[in-house]
């Protein structure tokens, strides 16, 4: 008997896929609007571009942004234009929610852009459950934008997984 242990799933070739890696060391600079609400209840116009003008843009040069809106907060529709209006010649980019509305959007972006190259003809592994932002419609668009050129596709752990495709 060997007393070499093997890593088979390391040999085997597959390519497996996690997605919430992606976003590890991407930055997010939030925006909060909570301070600007007048009365605690709602955001006024003026004080929003009172706001912006005292904002210096430099912080968010090259920064990924995302606009925090309270909840139950009579936000007007407009709001999130005018700070992206704003910051949209500094930021790489902005986004409308909470962190992980962020990250998840961020995600949409970066699969849309991917360069499906390099999975090629690959078996590979969608890894499953992993953060919140980590959405099903994430991984339904990591999958559709692979499916075209991949040998098989899989959703799972290396040591459990689903067949979902093969070629």
Known sequence: MSDVIINKVANSGLITVDLEEWVKDVHFECFDLTPLLWQGL???????????KKTPVDFYNNQWVYVLIPRDIIIPQWAHLLIGSHFGNHAKG?????????????????????????????????????????????????????????????????????PLFKR
């Open 42 to 52: 709602a955001l006024r116009e003026a004080d929003l571009r009172d706001f912006l």
């Open 94 to 162: 902005i986004f409308v929610g909470n962190l992980d509305s962020a990250k998840e959007q961020w995600l949409h972006q970066r699969i849309q852009a991917l360069d499906v190259a390099d999975y090629d003809g690959a078996r590979v592994i969608i890894k499953g459950c992993t953060s919140p932002f980590v959405t099903r419609q994430i991984q339904m668009s990591f999958m559709l934008k692979v499916l075209p050129v991949v040998k098989s596709l899989m959703f799972g752990e290396p040591c459990s997984t689903v």
